[in-house]
């Protein structure tokens, strides 16, 4: 069963029903950005996994839709939603769609795994970043990922797991002029995952980052397809002498989303195949 829903409701939230932990059948794992890149392989990883899926996208419902079809052929469910993660007076209305969601689906009450993936990317030099483009990717690096995650937390169960995307552009090797913004707002996405992953540890929730290196998505308007010859130059300062895909990141997420990595939390986990180093 999926559906592709066009428009975001928006009638007052409620608070997840009351059930127990455990009551719950199966996972699902609500991913943002799965419309294509990191976002759309996570949600394929997490479904060969045996997880059902809420995915939601932004301005590419083709996309989603495309997620949907490639889950359900490999036998999973999934769910896309239109969601603008810089827009955090929806969230509430949101929250309640992805309950309703949740029990007209899967006949549930909660959330087992949550990846924060919905990002954007516009480089400029220090000199050159206005206020307004400062906070544009603020709202969808940063303050999107920070409110979703906290209107969402009622439908987390205890035991679930959070994956934030975080940059090897936070690390203190292969900066790149032009993407300060970026990687400080990526930066303190790292450093408020920690922090989750000790307040929420009292529910035994594990909130971990994962940092792909450079990794062909359509991040910067699609600027590996528009500038190839960025690729070459990246894959050489690469040790594995290739840049990353989709599915090397996602398979990552899903793998820390898993019962296999239930005894890491707080962590950081460069996904790069060696870039820079």
Not at 56 to 67: F, I, L, Q, V
Not at 111 to 123: H, M
Not at 143 to 168: C, E, M, R, Y
């Amino acid at each position: 069963m999926s559906t592709t829903p066009t428009t975001t409701p928006t009638t007052t939230p409620t608070a997840a029903p009351d059930v127990a932990p455990g009551a719950d059948a199966a996972p699902i794992t609500l991913v943002t950005g799965a419309s294509s890149g990191i976002g759309q392989s996570a949600a394929l990883e997490v479904a060969r996994g045996g997880s059902g899926v809420v995915l939601t996208y932004r301005g590419n419902p083709d996309g989603a839709g495309r997620t949907v079809r490639q889950i359900e052929e490999i036998g999973g469910t999934a769910v896309a939603l239109p969601l603008d993660t810089a827009r955090t007076g929806t969230f509430p209305a949101f929250a309640e769609q992805v309950a309703r969601t949740l029990q007209d689906t899967w006949h549930s009450a909660h959330l087992t795994g949550l990846v924060n993936n919905a990002g954007s990317s516009r480089p400029a030099a220090f000199a050159d970043t206005s206020e307004d483009a400062l906070d544009e990717l603020g709202d969808v690096l940063f303050k999107g990922p920070f409110f979703l995650t906290q209107a969402l937390l009622p439908l987390l169960a205890d035991g679930a797991s959070i994956v934030n995307v975080s940059s090897s552009s936070t690390r203190p090797f292969g900066m790149t002029p032009g993407f300060s913004a970026y990687a400080a707002f990526k930066g303190a996405v790292v450093v408020w995952s920690r922090y989750l992953a000790k307040e929420l540890g009292t529910r035994g929730i594990r909130v971990n980052t994962v940092a792909p290196g450079p990794t062909r998505t359509r991040l910067g308007g699609d600027a590996f397809a528009r500038h190839p010859e960025l690729i070459a130059p990246l894959a050489e300062n690469t040790a594995l002498g290739r840049i990353g895909e989709g599915a090397d990141v996602g398979r990552v997420i899903a793998f820390l989303l898993s019962e296999q990595a239930g005894w890491i939390t707080g962590q950081d986990i460069d996904v790069s195949g060696g870039y820079d180093l």
